[in-house]
């Protein structure tokens, strides 16, 4: 049980890690706390919930998800993912129907973790991922512009569509003051990071500017507005369950587990780069659900692990789960002593910040660079995108999957076996006689969203011991952009710790791949070879001579 469920929190306490560097834990926790006050509250009241919601949902869920998650800074709570699903769910079954489908989500994260289904959450390729991120920061964008142009509109159709033809007609009741301030707050967010880094625009931003509407008594909507009065209470309610309703729940209670668990094991899996360390899969998993079952019982919403909280939270400084825990602490006094001053904050300004949010979520980066990649990853990219924006995100991430098994399929069963031959069988003779710090490692069959996080593990397990690896590519007859993805992040891993990568034997559709993704500037084209007799012996030449060979001088 204990490979299953092992909290990061409990592990490091019994190695003596965790209070090694506890002041600079608890000032990163303090700072994440406050950049999640203002996007708590944006979340919630973009969801359709009030706003103390979203903050009951950054203090319960992201102190279960720091205490018992498999990730040394994993923060958690509310995430802009979430607001189309909550927002569906709202519509269509009520505050009761999002509770019991939150609660069911969790206890299906739970099961995904103890069925130690965490690994199989890397089949998940990449252009579906960017494809239905980049939908929901789309849907985001849309669904702000109402409170960022101050339009009177009584009633908001649920579909995209529908709410831009509304947007239209609805343009001639426009509020200047609500539009000045969307732009402002876009400004403050954008641009105080030149002035600091340690106060968030956001915060800044709110600060400023419901202290600006409140003394000259500008004419917009507020939070107490639209909620009234904000409350400091958490308090405990269990939901009233008809067994007979569970089935009408189970769908959207599976895309809240889903999108959870994707997101947070990205998240996991981006600040296990960034800070060198391996987070416990299975672990994040169960702790989410966790999360999820409990937070509804206090008024929370979905929550799953946040990427630009937990970014934030190690660039401060954040090394350990203590991190996390003060950062719910902190948003929890936040709540109890200064939660009512929250009213006052204009709804134009928590549009802007969502506005930013839907900048930062849209991944356009990404998805141009898919664009231009192969047929079958613009196809799942597309599908994905448009389904998540007209149809429904669950839809999107089945539809998603299925083409995605399907387009490989067919792209293994076009390809032929035309592998190049095995004209260098001796050379393996010599693997046993190589110099010390070169090694070398090849990679057999298709580098694709299905074999990319394992191969490239690997290969940063293997590259980290050594000065030079050789990665032998003579029998990878394909690479998706996931692979392309993996193997520019484990390059850029190896090549920060002083590790020159060599790559032999790429066949000419894998080198269109790698310069498409930028990989042959990574590595430097002097590093890539036809053969790998020819790698070899400059490896060697190298390590022997201890001269400056691509990267980085040897030493």
């Known amino acids: 049980m204990e490979n299953i469920f092992y909290p990061k929190f409990f592990s490091l306490k019994k190695k003596g890690l965790l209070f090694n560097q506890w002041s600079t834990d608890v000032f990163s926790g303090i700072i994440v706390g406050i950049v999640a006050l203002p996007l708590a509250i944006a979340f919630a009241v973009a969801s359709g919930v009030s706003p103390e919601k979203g903050l009951i949902t950054a203090v319960i869920a992201g102190f279960i998800i720091s205490f018992l998650g498999g990730s040394r800074v994993q923060i958690g709570g509310p995430t802009g993912a979430f607001i189309v699903i909550v927002y569906g769910i709202l519509q269509q079954y009520g505050p009761g129907g999002l509770m019991i489908s939150t609660i069911i989500a969790g206890a299906l994260l739970i099961a995904f973790g103890l069925l130690r289904l965490g690994s199989l959450l890397k089949f998940i390729p990449h252009p579906l991922i960017v494809g239905f991120t980049s939908g929901i920061a789309l849907v985001i964008f849309t669904t702000q512009m109402k409170d960022a142009f101050g339009l009177s509109i ?57 202290l600006l509407v409140r003394f000259f ?20 309610e269990f939901p009233g369950i008809n067994l007979s309703e569970i089935p009408h729940y189970f769908a959207p209670a599976l895309t809240i587990a889903l999108l959870g668990g994707i997101e947070s094991l990205l998240s996991a899996v981006v600040s296990d780069g960034m800070i060198s360390s391996t987070h416990r899969s299975n672990t994040e998993l169960i702790a989410q659900g966790i999360a999820n079952v409990v937070s509804p019982l206090f008024g929370g919403i979905p929550a ?53 949010v839907a900048y930062n979520m849209s991944e356009w980066r990404s998805f141009r660079s898919i664009l231009k990649g192969s047929f079958f990853d613009i196809i799942i990219l597309l599908s994905t995108f448009f389904l998540t924006v007209l149809v429904d995100l669950t839809v999107a991430i089945e539809v998603g ?78 690479i998706d952009s996931t692979g392309c993805k993996n193997l520019g992040s484990v390059t850029d891993i190896l090549k920060s710790n002083q590790t020159r990568v060599m790559l032999s034997g790429v066949n ?24 790998f007799d020819n790698a070899l012996k400059d490896a060697v030449n190298c390590q022997q001579t201890k001269i400056n060979c691509g990267n980085e001088t040897v030493s």
């Open 401 to 478: 999957v299925i083409l995605s098994a399907l387009l490989f399929m067919k792209r293994m069963a076009d390809m032929g076996l035309n592998l190049p031959e095995n004209v260098d069988n001796d050379l393996m003779d010599k693997y046993e006689q190589l110099p010390q710090g070169i090694s070398v490692y090849e990679i057999s069959g298709p580098l694709f969203f299905g074999s990319a996080k394992s191969y490239a593990e690997i290969i940063k397990q293997v590259g980290l011991k050594t000065n030079i690896i050789i990665l032998r590519m003579r029998h990878v007859p394909f």
């Open 217 to 236: 008594h500008l004419p917009v909507t507020t939070i107490e507005t639209l909620f009234g009065e904000i409350s400091g209470k958490i308090t405990f």
């Open 508 to 531: 000419p559709n894998v080198m269109d791949e790698l310069e498409k993704w930028g990989i042959t500037q990574k590595v430097g084209k002097e590093n890539i070879y036809d053969l």
């Open 304 to 356: 799953t692990g946040a990427i630009a909280r937990t970014v934030t939270n190690i660039k401060n400084g954040g090394r350990t789960p203590i991190s996390g825990i003060v950062h719910a602490v902190t948003l929890f006094l936040i709540m109890i002593f200064f939660g009512k001053w929250a009213k006052l904050i204009p709804m134009p300004c928590l549009a802007g910040i969502l506005i930013v």
């Open 154 to 210: 009584d009633s908001m159709p649920s579909e995209f569509i529908g709410k831009w033809n509304t947007y239209f007609h609805s343009l001639s009741t426009f509020n200047p003051w609500a539009i000045g301030i969307t732009i402002a707050t876009i400004l403050i967010v954008v641009f105080s990071k030149k002035i600091t880094t340690k106060i968030p625009g956001s915060f800044i931003a709110i600060l400023l500017i419901t």
